[in-house]
């Protein structure tokens, strides 16, 4: 069985700060792991994905995610925010097939 | 297509009627599935389906919802007898056999009124 945390339903941030969004995941299997984002009335959109190699991954839009496997961890960040960077992000988790599971979602807030 | 292609795109049913909700997927995708997202609420997996295997159809919340897949490519699901809470966004992905993530369409917004 595999599941994911998102820590904070709702992230505020100052447009130009750090943007960081927490993902922990459990899985009994080496975890694929991913970061979606949903625009306003839009479906979701691959933002990055960590599956084999290189555990610190670069997504569109500048946003990173680094996986550490001893904290069993997917953080999302952006060194600047950006005010059209405010959506909703999703991480998820697979384990090498087809199936992802979903966290609930962090709503990310840019403030001028 | 180029992309996962939703339709109706916004879907306003009076209470009681059915529903049915198309998906078409990337050509190609062996995988395709449903989500249901409500308002305020994340991803609620709705039902899955892999080449010609049968679905996996642990996710749907009563007999009221069912989907199908012609051909390997098309799905549709079906809500019968809607109620107001089957009002949300329905969204399709799909996926190769990879399992490197998915492409989801742009969904359908269903309201019960």
């Known amino acids: 069985a595999q599941s994911v945390t998102q820590l904070g339903s709702h992230v505020s941030v100052s447009e130009g700060a750090l943007v960081l969004l927490r993902c922990n995941y459990s899985?009994?299997?080496?975890?694929?792991l991913f970061w979606y984002v949903q625009y306003p009335n839009q479906g979701l959109q691959l933002l990055l994905k960590y599956t084999t190699g290189a555990t610190l991954v670069k997504g569109i839009n500048g946003f990173e995610a680094e996986f550490k496997k001893s904290e069993t961890s997917f953080h999302l960040t952006k060194p600047s925010a950006h005010m059209s960077d405010a959506a909703e992000y999703f991480c998820a988790v697979s384990n090498a097939g087809n199936m992802l599971t979903f966290g609930g979602g962090t709503r990310l807030m840019v403030k001028p | 297509g180029a992309g996962v292609s939703q339709s109706p795109s916004n879907k306003v049913t009076e209470k009681g009627k059915d529903v049915e909700l198309r998906c078409d997927p990337i050509s190609g995708h062996t995988a395709l599935y449903w989500y249901r997202q409500s308002l305020g609420q994340g991803l609620e997996f709705l039902i899955y389906?892999?080449?010609?295997?049968?679905?996996?159809k642990s996710g749907l919340p009563s007999d009221r919802f069912s989907a199908e897949r012609t051909g390997g490519s098309v799905s549709t699901l079906t809500i019968q007898r809607t109620q107001q809470e089957d009002s949300a966004v329905y969204l399709c992905?799909?996926?190769?056999?990879?399992?490197?993530?998915?492409?989801f369409g742009s969904g359908t917004r269903l309201t019960v009124v």
């Open positions: 899985s009994s299997v080496p975890p694929y």
């Open positions: 992905a799909s996926s190769s056999q990879d399992g490197y993530g998915y492409t």
């Open positions: 389906f892999q080449g010609n295997s049968a679905p996996d």
